[in-house]
Antibody, heavy 121, light 111 residues
Framework: QVRLVESGGGVVQPGRSLRLSCTASGFTFTNYGMHWVRQAPGKGLEWVAVLSHDGNNKFYADSVKGRFTISRDNSKNTLNLQMSSLRADDTAVYYC??????????????WGQGALVTVSS | QSVLTQPPSVSAAPGQKVTISCSGSSSNIGNNYVSWYQQLPGTAPKLLIYDTDKRPSGIPDRFSGSKSGTSATLGITGLQTGDEADYYCATWETVLSANVLFGGGTRLTVL
């Protein structure tokens, strides 16, 4: 059974950094692309970034490009999101999600429970 | 403001059928598959439809997807109170950037 567990959320001041992690189990992590998707309070889903199974191909939403970095450690079945220069509009629940394929698609077959990030002074 | 346009809300009675539209353009829906996600209150989204019209294992055939040109549609028949949720369409943006696009979401109320 696929399980994705996010960690690292919390309250952070504007301009500071925060690192989210997602620990995967129940599937062969190294075979699948992985995504981060966020949802601001009371708002819809916003895709953040995707990383291919081997870490060689990554894409970002324009809203986070240059500030966020997606990475993975296949030896530890872990996906990371390093967030810097955080702004108030980055406040959201951040979901880790598994792609249907090894590269990147819009088919996110499994999702974690989410980690809340609040950017506030 | 999402690039993919969905109605904010739809409603229907139990047992009835409802459709949710998702309108895009030639750079996204027009040239890519579409997926649909269901988000029940307080939970993470779940994949309902992929490849425009395919259902993952475990998704009942009451849920269906289709596409025509630059618009896609999610259909739900035999509505149940447990179907009350937010529904999101998604596709891939291939021209302007390599991004996953989500629609703004549609709140389904089963009266």
């Amino acid at each position: 059974q696929v399980r994705l567990v996010e960690s690292g959320g919390g309250v952070v001041q504007p301009g500071r950094s925060l690192r989210l992690s997602c620990t995967a189990s129940g599937f062969t992590f190294t075979n699948y692309g992985m995504h981060w998707v966020r949802q601001a309070p009371g708002k819809g889903l916003e895709w953040v970034a995707v990383l291919s199974h081997d870490g060689n191909n990554k894409f970002y939403a324009d809203s986070v490009k240059g500030r966020f970095t997606i990475s993975r450690d296949n030896s530890k079945n872990t996906l990371n999101l390093q967030m810097s220069s955080l702004r108030a509009d980055d406040t959201a629940v951040y979901y880790c999600a598994k792609d249907m394929y090894s590269s990147s698609s819009q088919f996110l077959t499994s999702w974690g429970q989410g980690a809340l990030v609040t950017v506030s002074s | 403001q999402s690039v993919l346009t969905q109605p904010p809300s739809v409603s229907a009675a139990p047992g009835q059928k409802v459709t949710i539209s998702c309108s895009g353009s030639s750079s996204n829906i027009g040239n890519n598959y579409v997926s649909w996600y269901q988000q029940l209150p307080g939970t993470a989204p779940k994949l309902l439809i992929y490849d425009t019209d395919k259902r993952p294992s475990g998704i009942p055939d009451r849920f269906s997807g289709s596409k025509s040109g630059t618009s896609a549609t999610l259909g739900i028949t035999g509505l149940q109170t447990g179907d009350e949720a937010d529904y999101y369409c998604a596709t891939w943006e291939t021209v302007l950037s390599a991004n996953v696009l989500f629609g703004g979401g549609t709140r389904l109320t089963v009266l």
